[in-house]
Every structure is written in structure tokens, then in C-alpha cells.
């Protein structure tokens, strides 16, 4: 090969040495992970695969693109997994507060819609994602979490994350972003709610625990005394038999070494009964014992740990019952006190205003009636009075009529006093009176006295005869005014 040759290979060699060079510098390739988006010359009306007219940029994913330095920019938008934790501050449908603290892995959509949806709004500011992602789930969060109960946040968590995923969807589709998990991490409240739900549930566990305890410890000392009796009941059979056992060997060798009289045989035979009953004595005694020190106060030990966590129920029983009863009596008794109030006061109104009635009414009748008793009684005095003093006139006129004598004498006998005191007016003013001839002076003087009453008499009788022809009630009167002058 001549040399012009070998200039005409290298050259060859060279430019696509160059050419090469200038590709590869070109060149870009995106990775896996990530999405190449490629604005500026020649890269709009690429977007057919979305059904658009253009994108304005084209997306490269798993595969290269020519990139023009000067007339078009590639920049790269991360596929990769992010995670962006979550602290909301919340409000249940039962109004308690609650702070639920979660987490979200989330990433760009694989899909180009996607990749494009996120393109335009983080491919300057990839970093605000965990800020706009926060800004939605907490969103939602608390509009859910409204809605429901805390016994529903803690015991449907599932449900809570499916909620939220799916009212989510939308505004993560616009984004271009897709929620790979969706993790409730913990739920607290300040309130104390939470822990208050599971006390009961704790209690009853701790006392389930107790009770179990309680049976284990009766069953295992049971069993130790049982195992305790059984030991002693072996330790007497051997005692038993060791001794009997003994008593045979000494009856055998008691007569193997003596064969003296009948008499040291017998007392020796007595001698082992006594020693079999001192032993079987001493075995009785060994299991009262045994009753007595272990059996008994173990029993009564179980007894009593089972008496005491049977009264520790009761007692929680009863005083559940005794609280919900008296607040069921006091809420009765504060709506009976109320309605006893209110019906009194009622009572004692419509009973004053009644009374008040009655009370009037009662006055003015009563008023009537002693009026009108009271001028009834007055009319009747008057004319009782006026009856008796013209039955009395009427009498008095009979009496004169047919006795003048006797109607005199009697007018007589009752003003015969006054009559008497007329007469002694004349010794009234006499202080010194000088009596001459003794007892028969006095004795002349009283008679003198005496017949101005006879005159009297007589005069009396004089006027009666004169006043024969008038009426009877002026003689009555005139002889009454006659009779009151004398």
C-alpha cells in the first residue's frame, strides 16, 4: 500500500474518530431511574403518545437522545422512591383533639402523563415535593379523621389509609406523582382518651393474671400437701413395718435363744404387742401432727386467698352497681325535688288565691248572718219584753180585780224596807236624844215610827177604792209611783 494510501486510511480513521467523539459529547442517555426531559429546537410536536398537538419537550426514558448544545437543554427528573413524614394536628367526630403522625412513600408516575405532570411543576424545585405532598395529606387527614371516632382510628387504621389514599388520587394524578405506601405510624391525644380506652381492658387482664395466679398458687400448695400427707403415710407404713418386722425377729430369736419356761416366752410376746401398739401410737400421733401443723392451716390459707379475691370481685361489682344506682337515684331525686317544687308552688298558689276567695266570701256572709242574727235577736228581745210587761200588767190587773187587799199587802211586803228606812230618816239627824220615862218611851217612839206604815197602809186603800172605775195600768202605775214615794 503507497503512503498516499495510508494518509487517505488515518484520515478516514480520524474523522470518525472525531465524528465519534462529537456523538458520544452529544449524546445523552438517561438512567433507569430517572426521566431525561429535552426542551428547544426540534422538540415540540412530540407529544403523540399523549393525544396532544405538542408537549413543548420531549421525554426520554431508558434509552439516549442527540441534545444540540445551544439550541436544546436536557435536565433530569428523578424517578426514584421519596418519603415525606407526617405530624397532623387533628379534631375526631367526638371532639377530642388528637395528633397522628405518619409517613408517605411516594414517587414520580411512570407513565409519561405522569412524568410530564411533574415535569412541569418540580423540575426546578424536586426538593418541595416533601413540602407539597405534606401540604395535601394533611389535608385530607384532618377532613377524614373529622368524620370518624378514635376507637376508629385505632382499630381501623386500613381504613383511615384507604380513605385518604383515594380522596388523595386526584391531586397526586395532577402532580404526576403516585403513592407507593401510605404508613399511620402512631396516634396520641393530649386529653388522655386513648389510655382511658384500654384501663378496662388492662384491669381485666391484671385480673385474670391474679385469679390465675391465685389458682396456680392454691393448686401447687395442694399438691404439696397432698405430697407431704403421702410422705407421711409411707414414713408410718415403714415405722409400721419395720417395727413389725422387728417384733417378728425378736419373737424368732427369742426363741431360738431361749427355750426356758413358757412364762419368759409369754411375757416377751407382751412385751412386743406393747412396743407394735407404741409404734402405731406414735405413727397416729405423727399423722395428727401432720393435720393438725400442715394440712389445716394450708387449707385454711387456700381458703382464704380464695375468699379474699372473691370479696375483691364482689366488692368491685357492688361498688359499680352502688354508683351507677345512686347516680340514677340522685338524678331521679333532683327531677322529683324539681317537679314536687313546681306542683307546690302551683298548689299553693291556686290554694292562696282560693282561700282568699273563700276567706272573702266567708266574711261578708258571716257579716250578713250576725247582722241579720243580731236585728232578729233584738226584735225578738223587744218583743219578749213588751210581751212579758203586758202579761205582767195584764196579771197585776187580775190581782187587783179580784184581791185588792192581797195585791196591796204584797206591794207592801216588798217596799216595806224602803218604807222602814223612810221612817227612821227622822231620827237621821238627831245626835243627843234624851229618852224620859225609859223603856217605854223608846217602846213609844218605834210605835209612832211604825204607823206612818199604817197610814201608809190605809192611804193605800183609799187610793185603790178611788181609782176602781179607771184602767188597770194606770192604778198599777200610779200606785207604783205612790208606793216609791212613800
Known amino acids: 500500500m503507497d503512503v498516499s494510501g495510508l494518509v487517505a486510511t488515518g484520515g478516514a480513521f480520524v474523522a470518525l474518530l472525531v465524528l465519534f467523539l462529537v456523538l458520544r459529547t452529544l449524546w445523552r442517555v438517561a438512567e433507569p431511574n430517572e426521566a431525561m426531559i429535552i426542551s428547544g429546537l426540534g422538540t415540540r410536536g412530540r407529544g403523540e403518545q399523549f393525544g396532544e398537538d405538542s408537549l413543548g419537550f420531549k421525554i426520554v426514558t431508558g434509552k439516549g437522545a442527540l441534545v444540540l448544545p445551544g439550541f436544546q437543554t436536557a435536565r433530569r427528573l428523578s424517578l426514584d422512591t421519596r418519603s415525606s413524614e407526617i405530624a397532623v394536628s387533628c379534631v375526631t367526630n367526638q371532639g377530642i383533639p388528637v395528633r397522628v403522625q405518619g409517613v408517605v412513600i411516594y414517587k414520580v408516575g411512570d407513565d409519561f402523563v405522569s412524568i410530564a405532570n411533574a415535569a412541569r411543576r418540580f423540575l426546578d424545585q424536586q426538593d418541595a415535593m416533601d413540602t407539597r405532598i405534606h401540604s395535601v395529606f394533611a389535608g385530607h387527614l384532618r377532613s377524614i379523621i373529622g ?241 212579758a210587761e203586758a202579761e205582767a200588767i195584764k196579771a197585776r190587773a187580775a190581782a187587783l180585780a179580784e184581791n185588792q187587799e192581797a195585791v196591796v199587802a204584797q206591794e207592801l211586803a216588798e217596799n216595806w224596807p224602803a218604807i222602814v228606812a223612810a221612817g227612821a230618816q227622822a231620827f237621821a239627824n238627831v245626835d243627843h236624844m234624851v229618852v224620859l220615862n225609859g223603856a217605854d218611851g223608846v217602846s213609844e217612839l218605834f210605835t209612832k215610827a211604825l204607823s206612818l206604815g199604817g197610814a201608809g197602809f190605809g192611804l193605800a186603800r183609799q187610793l185603790m177604792d178611788m181609782l176602781h172605775t179607771q184602767t188597770p195600768e194606770t192604778p198599777v202605775d200610779g200606785f207604783g209611783e205612790l208606793a216609791n214615794r212613800s
Do not use: H
Open 147 to 387: 368524620a370518624l371516632t378514635v376507637e376508629e382510628l385505632i382499630r381501623d387504621r386500613e381504613r383511615l389509609t384507604a380513605e385518604v389514599r383515594s380522596s388523595s388520587a386526584t391531586e397526586m394524578s395532577k402532580l404526576g406523582l403516585v403513592v407507593d405506601s401510605l404508613q399511620i405510624q402512631e396516634i396520641d391525644d393530649a386529653s388522655g382518651y386513648i389510655a382511658n380506652l384500654g384501663k378496662p381492658y388492662a384491669a381485666a387482664v391484671a385480673a385474670a393474671a391474679r385469679i390465675a395466679e391465685a389458682q396456680r398458687d392454691q393448686e401447687a400448695t395442694e399438691a404439696e400437701q397432698i405430697a407431704a400427707a403421702n410422705k407421711a403415710s409411707a414414713w408410718r407404713d415403714s415405722q409400721i413395718k419395720q417395727s413389725s418386722y422387728q417384733a417378728e425377729i425378736d419373737q424368732v430369736s427369742a426363741r431360738t435363744r431361749q427355750a426356758g419356761p413358757l412364762a419368759d416366752a409369754t411375757a416377751r410376746q407382751e412385751v412386743v404387742v406393747a412396743e407394735t401398739k407404741a409404734a402405731n401410737l406414735e405413727a397416729d400421733l405423727a399423722e395428727q401432727r401432720l393435720q393438725s401443723q400442715v394440712r389445716k392451716p394450708a387449707d385454711a390459707k387456700a381458703y382464704e386467698t380464695r375468699t379474699l379475691a372473691d370479696a375483691e370481685r364482689d366488692a368491685q361489682i357492688a361498688r359499680a352497681q352502688a354508683q351507677a344506682r345512686e347516680t340514677e337515684l340522685r338524678a331521679a331525686a333532683d327531677a322529683t325535688k324539681v317537679k314536687i317544687a313546681a306542683q307546690a308552688e302551683a298548689e299553693a298558689t291556686r290554694a292562696r288565691g282560693e282561700a282568699t276567695a273563700t276567706a272573702t266570701k266567708a266574711t261578708g256572709e258571716a257579716q250578713a248572718t250576725a247582722s241579720r242574727a243580731q236585728g232578729l235577736a233584738e226584735a225578738d228581745a223587744a218583743k219578749a219584753k213588751g210581751l
